[in-house]
């Protein structure tokens, strides 16, 4: 349904119009007519009625320029139980907005892209907008950002550590937050992707993005495009190791958050006879062995052969990073898997 939507709409009432259909007077000043805000004949609008301090009522009417009427189509809220109001000639009719007329925010999210150059503590973040995560307001940056891995204190060039000392090769989670007086928004981060310790007077928070510390607790280096996380280096997870010949659990480097895309470029080399492959699957699906019936293959090869191809697998969360299944259907493929970064859609769809 279209909502159209008026500015400084409010007038009087001619008669008494009950609890029918109602005839408008004149604007009250210093506000306008529906006619002189541009309310075109046969509009539906979402109204409002002020009958002194007896009766409040909200909804929905058509606007009738000829006679200057506005027919009440459906009530959606009122001080009579939900019903119209018995309008009185003091009343007043205004053009307004109801909860349900206003989009959701749930999941907004644009800009506030990160990003690290490896081999310190500092990361930056692009200007940009989020709804905080109960979609109850806006968090906006208006210009980029830095952060440090130093205790958080407000503002660009700051520490951004929510609480405690920084740790080494560990995940954290990047949150952009709101202070609820001011209306001020700040980037900080945390050990924890969904319940970060908020400074005094923060009261909103959403995670905006996952970043690692290296072994001298200095961000491992990445960048941001979208929903995509690519490392600047890809991480090596296995160098030529025999493939397991039955579906096992292989973690990686990248967030252990469920839901997320692990970015891989897998590569084999058949050391057994005849034409074997592997599998590399979601722990999503179903578990299956590369070449057991009607399983099909990700990579397939000849003898002595090689073959590679980039992949994208969904994760399943938790330990120390997001985890795949793979699989070979024969002893002898070996396996060079290196991780390229990642796809996290941070709360957009869910």
Known sequence: MTINLYDGARMSVSGTPGTGTITLGAAVPPYLSFTQADVPNGAQVTYGIIDGTSGWELGRGIYTSSGTTLTRATILASNN?????????????????AAEDIPSIQGNLFGLQLAAAGGTGTFSITAGAAADSTASVMMQLTSAFSKTTGAWSAG??????????????????VHVIKNITSGISDIL??????????????????????????????????????DEFLY???????????????????????????????????????????????????????????????????????????????????????GAGGSLRWSANAAGVNGYLNTLGWIDFRGKLS
Not at 81 to 97: W, Y
Not at 210 to 224: E, G, I, L, P
Not at 258 to 284: F, P
Request: net charge neutral; glycine share 10%; hydrophobic share 40%.
């Open 81 to 97: 139980s939900g019903a119209a109001i018995n309008a009185s000639s003091s009343a007043q009719v205004f053009i307004t907005a």
């Open 156 to 173: 660009s060039a700051q520490g951004a550590l929510d609480t405690g000392s920084i740790a080494v090769t560990s995940w954290y989670y």
């Open 189 to 226: 981060f945390s050990l924890s992707a969904t319940a970060p310790t908020l400074p005094s007077g923060y009261g909103y928070f959403r995670r905006i993005g996952c970043m690692k510390t290296d072994a001298s607790s200095h961000w491992v280096q990445f960048t941001q495009n979208g």
């Open 232 to 318: 600047a280096a890809p991480v090596q997870e296995t160098v030529g190791a025999a493939i397991p010949t039955t579906a096992t659990v292989l973690p990686t480097t990248t967030p252990p958050l469920t839901g997320l895309y692990g970015k891989y470029r897998l590569s084999i080399n058949n050391t057994a006879a005849g034409s074997n492959g592997a599998l590399v699957q979601s722990q999503d699906e179903t578990s299956a062995v590369a070449g057991a019936v009607n399983t099909m293959y990700t990579l397939i090869c000849g003898t002595l052969a090689f073959d590679a191809a980039e992949i994208l697998v969904r994760l399943t969360g938790g």
